[in-house]
């Protein structure tokens, strides 16, 4: 094969220029990155292996290897893993597979990089990693029936490739170090690194390095194993420091925080597994751009890895827990996608997802501060298990935190708190959902219940109104929306006689209404619009709107305080004279306002304003 010169596709143009030119401080995360990639190398060729021996080529010593070359200013990476064919290193090695590479880019120029340069070691850019400490990337690679492949690259712009000689499957990485980076040939560094990122790695990092013989003089190359090569979840963990189990979180979630909680058990009986999980005390950097909804925890066989897509084993609202779980009743020889509906998965799941939402609940009972930390960070999150999980859906409900009427803005409490607070007489959980707090604080909606001293939860992030609902009870106490449907102590049959042909000419006048009553639920306001009990709010409909979808129409039922000023001056007007123009116009606009009132938009701003003016000039 003649060399030829291809072009790196230009997200990846655009990430090696962030790499070679804004990053300075923190590069020694570029080791823990090829390893990492070597190891995933050798997990992969293990695995194919079990069920096609040949593909191991006789030689399975699985062993990750360094070598610094001081002379030549070159530190080499190799691993015997699976090896790349020519098109699988143009396509590895040329393009960016991570789906949120753009977005990446996107906040990495707002975030100002030059100063932030851990942001690197967040988003986990691998191989790329390399050219934050060499100015010149060679990689020699070999596959399984394939020729080798020479790749290059200055990591601007375009690489080459080329035949090479190669005779044993893997893969071989070499760095020609920048000035500024020779301290990684230092012995005493590159130990230090590997023990610092890769300690725990099954497979043994070995570090070649150069011998004189005592006795002869003469120099030889000598192998010495840098890493314990124990996985840090098999040990006990009385033998374990918190600042080892921060590294391993670190490497295998590229955050650059240590875990708010790490959980590390043996499950015994009906299975048995090995699990080390961690709660993250904030969203890692490459959770807030990339928008997969599966957990990715790392599966591991009787110690092979076998993969970390595996959607069964945690529920999709706990993907922001990290770890491994290590199986081994699990099948090895089989494929994945056959395991992954081996139903024993289904019970580590459940075993898993108990032993997570324990963990929080026992997390806000005894250290509530960091709770809260965490609940800011993922109990969006959280809520989708409202509707997806059934079985936990009481303990999800438990871990949740709102404000409240009865609390100062930024002040939270719980589902628990409330029902303990609740009056002896009191049925339901009063809630209302909305985009903010200042803009549903002093709602009509609430006016009754301050008036009796009843405390309704405000429900402010956007995804609330979707799923609360789902919960539909809590400790056998009813979520009620105080927006929607009937509310008690509705008795005015006194003032509906009053009312009667008035009511019946505003439903007959106003669009979109299917209904007009009156209402005890407004203390101080003249009006408000109500929806069934399970329509759809005027908050998410608006939310819909701004995300570009159809929204329904809806009727919603005109609610009139018989006790307000206004609406006893236009039943007067139509009492007096039905035809009265400004019966027309003061009726619009109490529904105008009840429309304003309930978060939605005006259908016709500018007839409002007409309105509104004609009644202001009198």
Known sequence: MAEETMQFK???????????????????????????????????????????????????????TLKADEEAKTLTISDN?????????????????????????????????????????????????????????????????????????????????????KEERGTEITLHLKDDALEYLNEWTIKSTVKKFSDFLEHPVVLLTTKKDEETEVE?????????????????????????????????????????????????????????????????FDMMMNNDPKSHLNLYV???????????????????????????????????????????????????TSRVLKTLANMKKTDYKEFEIFHENFSTLLKEGLQTDWENKEKIADLLLFESTNKEAGEKTCFADYVENMADDQEEILYLAGEN???????????????????????????????IPQLMEYKGKKLKAVNKGDIDGDDLKEEEK???????????????????????????SAAVLVGDEYSMSPHIEEMMRRMGQEVPPRESVLELNPEHAVVKKVQALYDANAEDPKVEILTKLLHDQAVIASGAKLDDPAGFAARLNEVLAG
Do not use: C
């Open 302 to 352: 009787q110690r092979v890895f076998i993969g970390n897509d595996f959607e069964n084993l945690l529920p999709s609202y706990l993907r922001f827990v990290k770890g491994v779980v290590d199986s081994s009743d699990l099948p090895l020889n089989v494929s994945r996608e056959i395991l992954q509906e081996n139903p024993m998965l289904d019970k580590i799941r459940k075993n898993l």
């Open 437 to 467: 707090r200042t803009s549903i604080e002093n709602s009509p909606y609430l006016e009754k219940f301050k008036a009796d001293g009843k405390e309704v939860l405000l429900m402010i992030d956007p995804i609330d109104d979707f799923v």
């Open 10 to 64: 230009t997200e990846l143009e655009q990430l090696l220029h962030l790499i070679t030119h804004s990053l300075y401080s923190h590069r020694e995360v570029f080791l823990r990155e090829l390893i990492s990639n070597a190891a995933d190398a050798i997990d992969k060729v293990r695995f194919e292996g079990l069920n096609n021996e040949e593909i191991l080529e006789g030689h399975s010593d699985w062993k990750i």
């Open 81 to 165: 893993g699976i090896g790349m064919s020519r098109e699988q290193v143009i396509e590895n090695l040329g393009t960016i597979a991570h789906s949120g590479t753009k977005q990446f880019l996107a906040r990495a120029k707002e975030a100002d990089l030059e100063n932030n340069p851990e942001l690197i070691g967040q988003f986990g850019v691998g191989f790329y990693a390399s050219f934050m400490v060499a100015d010149d990337v060679t990689v020699v690679s070999k596959a399984h029936g394939e020729a080798a492949v020479k790749w290059e690259s200055k990591g601007v712009g375009e690489f080459t490739l080329s035949e090479a000689d």
């Open 220 to 284: 030889e190359e000598v192998e010495e194993q840098v890493n314990s090569q124990k996985a840090i979840w098999l040990r006990p963990k009385s033998e374990i420091t918190d600042e080892e189990y921060g590294e391993f979180y670190k490497h295998i979630s590229h955050d650059t925080n240590s875990p708010a909680e790490t959980i590390h058990y043996n499950a015994e009986g009906a299975i048995e597994f090995k699990a080390l999980l961690f709660i993250p005390e904030h969203k890692p």
């Open 498 to 524: 009053a009312f009667e042909g008035y009511i019946g000419y505003a439903k007959d006048l106003l669009s979109g209404i299917k209904e007009v009553k009156l209402t005890s639920r407004l203390k101080n």
